[in-house]
C-alpha cells in the first residue's frame, strides 16, 4: 500500500519545477537526508505553492544555504500544479516535506487532526512574542488551533478595485465607481464606448467560482460589515450575498461582461485586461507583480477600494485573506530543530522587509512596517490595509449538496431563482452545522458582540 502512495506522489512531484539556483535531490548514505560523515549536507525538503515570490525566494534560500552553520542544504520546490493533492499524498505515505507552504486549501484543523504538523509553541520566546505582537500569534482557525501555534505570520492578501484609466476616460467617467448601482453604469458606459475595439466594462473569472467570488462578492459584502454566516447568532443567513450578487447578474444581462466568463480563468483574464479590453476587475493584491512581470503592460491602470452597496463610507471593513500563516514544520520532520533554524531566517526582518518593498504580499508584521521604505512597485501602495481587517474563520463542517459559490453560479447563468436558492442553502448549511456540532466534531463559533468595523483596530 505504502509503494502505491509513494508511487502517487512521485507522479505528482514530476508536475513540478525545482526552482534555479537551489539544490537538487541527491541519496545520502541512509537515504533519509542526513548528512554523513563523507561531509554531504543535511537536506531539508521545502514544497511551495507560491509563485509570485519565486525570485526573492531564490536568492534568500541560496543565502542560506551558503552561510548557515549547521551543515543545512535547503531543496526549494515550486509547485505548478496539484499543491494540495501532492501535499496530501506525500502526508499519509510518510513522505512529507519538512517545510510547507501554510498558504494552501488544506484547513489547520485537518491538518492538525492528521498530526502532519508541529507546534511551534515551545520555539517561542519573548522575544519573538514582543516582534510578532500577541494578536497575531492567536489567529484561531489561521495559525492556532486548540490553543496551539503552529505558523507565523508575514503577508496578506487585499482586494480591490482594478480598472484601465484610459477606458474610463474614453467613457467620459473620472473616478471609480463607489456603489453597486455606478458599477453596473460604468461597465455598461466603458462597453458602449469601446464596442468597436473589443472592449467590455467588467470580467469575471468563474472557471473558479470560489476563487471569482472571493476576489469580487465577499469584499464588497464584507466592506459594507456583512456576512454569509452571522456571527452574533453562530447561524448562516446567506440572504446578505443577495445585492451584491444581483449586481454581477445586471452586468451579466446588459452585455457588459466579457464574454466567455463562465469558463475564465484568472490568467487569461489578466492577459486580456493587460492588452487592454477590459474597464474593470476585481482581485487581490498580487496584480501589481502580475503586470510588472508577468504580463508586462503599458495601459494607464489603477486601483481604487471596491464599491460599497450605497456609495456612502463603509461601515464594515473589506478583508485581509491568508492572513496570520505562512509556513508549516511537518510533525514527521527528523529534522525540526533545523527546520526552525530555517524558519528564523525566512522569517528574520532581512528577509521579509524586501519582501514587502518589492510588492510580495502586503506586511502584518510591525517591525516589517516600520523599516521599510514604500513598495517601488506600480499600485502596490494602494493595496495597504486601510479599510482592511482580518476576518474570523468560519466553522468547517460538511454540507450536503452544492458549495454556495456553485449556487450562485447557477443564478447568474440564469439557471436558478436567487431566493430559492438562499432559502436552500440557508437550510442546507444551518443542518450541517447543527449536525456537525451535536457529533462533537464542530465548535459553533458565536461572537455577541461582533462588529466588523471594530475588527480593523485589531
Not at 324 to 339: F, M, P, V
Not at 370 to 396: C, G, M, R, T
Not at 440 to 455: C, E, M, Q, W, Y
Amino acid at each position: 500500500m505504502k509503494s502505491k502512495k509513494q508511487a502517487a506522489v512521485a507522479g505528482l512531484l514530476a508536475l513540478s519545477l525545482i526552482a534555479a539556483g537551489c539544490a537538487t535531490t541527491e541519496p545520502t548514505d541512509n537515504g533519509k537526508g542526513n548528512a554523513t560523515a563523507s561531509g554531504q549536507k543535511m537536506k531539508l525538503k521545502f514544497w511551495t505553492n507560491a509563485r509570485h515570490d519565486t525570485d526573492l525566494m531564490q536568492e534568500k534560500i541560496k543565502q542560506f544555504n551558503e552561510t548557515n552553520k549547521s551543515n543545512v542544504e535547503v531543496e526549494y520546490q515550486v509547485m505548478t500544479d496539484n499543491y494540495e493533492q501532492a501535499l496530501q499524498t506525500a502526508i499519509l505515505a510518510g513522505e512529507a516535506p519538512d517545510i510547507m507552504n501554510a498558504k494552501s486549501k488544506l484547513a489547520i484543523n485537518d491538518l492538525v487532526k492528521m498530526k502532519a504538523i508541529e507546534p511551534l509553541d515551545s520555539y517561542i520566546t519573548p522575544e519573538l512574542k514582543t516582534r510578532f505582537g500577541e494578536n497575531l500569534l492567536k489567529l484561531d482557525g489561521i495559525n492556532s488551533f486548540d490553543g496551539k501555534l503552529y505558523s507565523l505570520p508575514n503577508y496578506g492578501s487585499t482586494f480591490r478595485l482594478i480598472y484601465n484609466k484610459d477606458l474610463f476616460a474614453k467613457a467620459g467617467l473620472t473616478e471609480p465607481p463607489k456603489s453597486l448601482d455606478e458599477l453596473v453604469a460604468y461597465a455598461q458606459k466603458i462597453t458602449e464606448a469601446g464596442k468597436a475595439e473589443g472592449v467590455y466594462g467588467f470580467a469575471l473569472n468563474m472557471k473558479n467560482p470560489v476563487a471569482a467570488y472571493e476576489r469580487s462578492i465577499m469584499p464588497m459584502m464584507r466592506l459594507d460589515g456583512k456576512d454569509i454566516y452571522d456571527w452574533k447568532t453562530g447561524k448562516y443567513d446567506f440572504s446578505t450575498l443577495k445585492p451584491y450578487v444581483e449586481t454581477i447578474k445586471k452586468i451579466v444581462d446588459n452585455n457588459s461582461m466579457l464574454p466567455g466568463y463562465e469558463s475564465l480563468d484568472i490568467d487569461p483574464l489578466r492577459n486580456q485586461f493587460a492588452a487592454g479590453k477590459i474597464g474593470m476587475y476585481m482581485s487581490l493584491s498580487a496584480e501589481p507583480s502580475v503586470y510588472d512581470s508577468q504580463f508586462p503592460t503599458k495601459i494607464n491602470w489603477g486601483v481604487a477600494q471596491v464599491p460599497t452597496n450605497d456609495g456612502q463610507a463603509p461601515k464594515g471593513a473589506n478583508y485581509i485573506n491568508a492572513a496570520g500563516n505562512w509556513l508549516y514544520i511537518s510533525s514527521t520532520s527528523e529534522h525540526k530543530k533545523e527546520a526552525w533554524e530555517f524558519m528564523q531566517f525566512i522569517y528574520s526582518d532581512d528577509v521579509l522587509v524586501p519582501y514587502f518593498e518589492q510588492g510580495k504580499g502586503v506586511a502584518l508584521i510591525p517591525s516589517v512596517i516600520s523599516q521599510a521604505k514604500e513598495p517601488s512597485l506600480k499600485n502596490f501602495k494602494d493595496f495597504a490595509p486601510k479599510d482592511d481587517a482580518i476576518w474570523p474563520v468560519y466553522p468547517v463542517h460538511k454540507v450536503e449538496g452544492k458549495a454556495w459559490q456553485s449556487v450562485v453560479a447557477e443564478y447568474i447563468l440564469g439557471v436558478l431563482p436567487l431566493d430559492k436558492a438562499i432559502d436552500d442553502m440557508n437550510k442546507r448549511y444551518n443542518e450541517g452545522l447543527d449536525t456537525a456540532e451535536k457529533d462533537g466534531t464542530v465548535k459553533r463559533v458565536v461572537i455577541p458582540d461582533f462588529n466588523a468595523r471594530s475588527l480593523i483596530s485589531k
